[in-house]
């Protein structure tokens, strides 16, 4: 769901939603730097999140001279008084007064799962520095601490983000509150046999006392069906043909409360948790895309090599590692696609079997696989300038492996590789360098002006 925007620090629909955490306490991680601009110490990020049950509180203090990285805890309650400290330049958490200027207001999103704040669905709400921080550029290094090669870096690690792109992400200087969903989610589900009933399992607070309803809709072509079920006993099953291309989904109390949503298409696997989750989808859809072959959202690559550690790819290796980055990038800065690794430009499946072997000096087994999908998926995030979350996935088609690198868009912002600054965009079944002088204003805004 789009953001909305309130007007005030501490709006009353925040105040309402924290009644629900009332009596726990919160977990709050800062990162708080000297700035090279100013000179006063201003705030790099600041997350609060409720403790679990059970867990006991952190508290600590890293100084590192330039940068002081802190972990303490804060009662619901007092959440309001501190973000009135902060908007004042009273508030000393990390031993330093933040001399920060913060808006005066706040944002306000709910979120669904694979956010990129938490692992769970729920509300976020963030307070932003009225300029960006200015931070320092060495190393942090002390005996008895750990060590950090940049800020950036260690407020990746400190503030435990589900995502953080360091110095391009731009919730640099904001303090942040996590609101996981707890009162009623969607636990888990699974699919009928036959692909056709859907079973959600949800859970929470409430998920047993109140009267809990999946409310939605399900698209098969162009054509709209309505879904409504009663969750019983904390089970909902819903009647969702193979057909079916796009899935909106909301878990809803008796009051109309959303708790939690789900909004996807079978066309977007990283935005189809339930319909990407199917028996056959996947070999469905690689046999569409072999049929249909390359376009404006498919990309053919054979297997590619990626860096081992301690060692480095040869200049062929490398080049078509390239070209994979090269169609991450192109297609996130266009309508987002796949890329299917094991097919050759000519629609031929020439899997991982062989080519891994000799790459790898191991037979390719499934864990194996699956394995160099995770570092795959690492090493591309990794090259990227400006976060995509991309997945990464093994398949099996005619038993042959297969690996499927799915491409969110990136719209409105805009990817680059970190070694190779050129704005490119997917044009038809091919990956196009777009000259500065085709730029619109935004894209000479971020890109800058050629000389």
Known sequence: MNPTYHQEIFPQQLKRELQVWM????????????????????????????????????????DYGTSVLAADWIAAADIREFLGDVANKLCDITGKVVTSTFRGQCERHHVRVRNYWMESPGIVYGWSATEQPNP??????????????????????????????????????????????????????????????????????????????????????????????????????LPIPREAVRLDLHLLGPDG????????????????????????????????????????HTEFKPFVAIPQKNGSLNSSQQAKLDEVLESVVALSNAAGGTVFLGVTNDVRVSGFKADFAKWKG????????ESYARELRSHIRDQLYLPVDIDVTVSQLDDEFLVLIEVPASLPRYVSLKKDPRLLRRHGASNRSVPPEEWTPRERDIFGNPR
């Open 362 to 369: 191991e037979r390719a087994t499934k864990e194996l696989v």
């Open 136 to 237: 320092p550029t060495q190393p942090l290094l002390q005996l008895m601490a750990p060590f950090y090669p940049d800020v950036h870096e260690a407020a990746k690690d400190w503030l435990q983000l589900r995502e953080y792109s360091g110095q391009s992400d731009g919730r640099r200087g904001s303090i942040m509150l996590l609101l996981p969903e707890t009162r009623a989610f969607i636990e888990s589900h699974s699919w009928s046999e036959d692909d056709e009933h859907l079973r959600l399992v949800v859970a929470g607070s409430v998920a047993q006392t109140d009267t809990i309803s999946v409310k939605g809709a399900y698209w098969v072509g162009k054509d709209i069906t309505q879904l409504h079920e009663r969750v019983t006993d904390g089970v909902a099953t």
């Open 23 to 62: 009596g726990k306490a919160f977990e709050r991680r800062t990162v708080v730097i000297k700035d090279q601009s100013t000179g006063g110490w201003v705030l790099l990020g600041c997350v609060l999140r409720p403790l679990p049950d059970g867990a006991a509180p952190e508290n600590a203090r890293l």
């Open 257 to 296: 409360t959303v708790y939690e949503f789900e909004q996807e298409r079978v066309d977007f696997p990283l935005q189809s948790r339930f319909l990407g989750s199917r028996h056959k989808v996947s070999e469905d859809r690689i046999t569409q895309a072999l049929k249909a072959g390359e376009g404006l």
